[in-house]
């Protein structure tokens, strides 16, 4: 008797224990909501060394044109340029996470914003892809790609 209820019990913990797709979505979540979260603000306040923050240092970034810019540095480059639009509100939504191994976490969903330009106020918007990676404690983007 004693063994049947040992081998009854033991698929009620591998059941109850965390699969490592959501042990990676629950890790990366922080990151991924908080650099979400702060692009909307810097992305109005024009702020390139947060909007670059989240890269990995080799980190790659595709522009909806097709444009690719390599490494944190060159996208924080590519954020700081002056721009013929002022972006007065912006908005992220992630739209779904998966969980590729324990370590890449494929992210995306889609951004607006309220944009000026020559004094003419309109909207954009656009899609997005990002593959975020566990380095050490942190998650970065290794890359992102706007639609």
Known sequence: M?????????PLII??????RQ?????????IDKANDEWTRAIVSENAEVMAAPYDANGIFIGP??????????VRAMYAKPRPVKVIKASIKSEGRAAADPDDVYEWGSATMTVERDG????????????????????????????
């Open 2 to 10: 004693r063994r049947f209820y040992l081998l009854a019990a033991a």
């Open 15 to 20: 059941a109850a224990a965390p699969s490592w």
């Open 23 to 31: 042990q990676a979505l629950s890790s990366a979540a922080p990151f």
């Open 65 to 74: 044109d097709g444009s690719e810019i390599r490494g944190r540095e060159e």
């Open 120 to 147: 003419k106020v309109g909207h954009a918007s656009g899609r997005y892809l990002t593959v975020w990676h566990h380095s050490g404690k942190h998650w970065v983007i290794t890359h992102n790609i706007a639609f």
